[in-house]
């Protein structure tokens, strides 16, 4: 697909878009992680590019080419998300978490492999990662650091609508993109579908369609925040 005929409404603008699903270690060959192909962070990045924006990429576990035009900085864990995000943030218009981030690690990480014994394994104690996108939302309400638009996005299967608008105002974020999950959609797949939950307005519905369109209709409510 040629990205032609977009308006240059992001020019001038620098966005960070986090894309992937972070990966935490249990031991030097095991992880626990979140399904997610990155495909729908790197339709961002590329559409964002093309709509004259200054792209940061922080891909996360992601086997995608490089998004041409965009910088591309690879993570592993929550950890290093979390790191590559908020510095990139400082400088940034507006920043769009797409990536699955891990919501727990082990507790403890073997520095060597856990070798399979006659007994049952250990149980693997978890605990909990820090939320990135809620700490954007809190440095700017407690600091008025950072970006003028933060969106995050929800895959949610029940109560869709009232989860998404619990989460949009526990975030503090301006926008989420709640995809409907299910149906063949999301994980992996090229179309997507979803509803933009706005913060002190209307949800405004994407129809199933392709990742970039998906992307261009999240731009189409960013560009107007931003100018
Ligand atoms: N997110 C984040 N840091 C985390 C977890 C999630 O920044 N530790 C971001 C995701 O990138 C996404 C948004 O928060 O943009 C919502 O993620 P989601 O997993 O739906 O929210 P959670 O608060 O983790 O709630 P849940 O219990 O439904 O998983
Ligand atoms: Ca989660």
Known sequence: RVLRGRPRDLAGHK???????????????????????GLQGYALARTAVARGAEVTLVAANVSLPDPAGAAVV????????????????????????????????????????????DGE?????????????????????EAGAGPRVIVGFAAETDDVLANGQAKLARKGCDLLVVNQVGEGLAFGTPDNAATVLVAGGEPVEVPRGPKDDVADAVWDLVAPRLS
């Open 15 to 37: 966005i960070v878009i986090s894309a992937g699903g972070t990966r935490e270690a249990i031991d030097p060959v095991r992880f626990i992680g979140n399904r997610s192909s």
């Open 74 to 117: 690879r993570v592993g864990s929550t950890a290093e998300l979390r790191e590559a995000v908020l510095a990139a943030s400082e400088k940034a218009d507006a920043v769009v978490m797409a990536a699955a981030v891990a919501d727990f690690r082990p507790a403890s990480r073997h520095e060597s492999k856990i070798k399979k014994t």
């Open 121 to 141: 394994p250990d149980p693997i104690h978890l605990t909990k990662n820090p939320d990135i996108l809620a700490e954007l939302g809190r440095l700017r309400r």
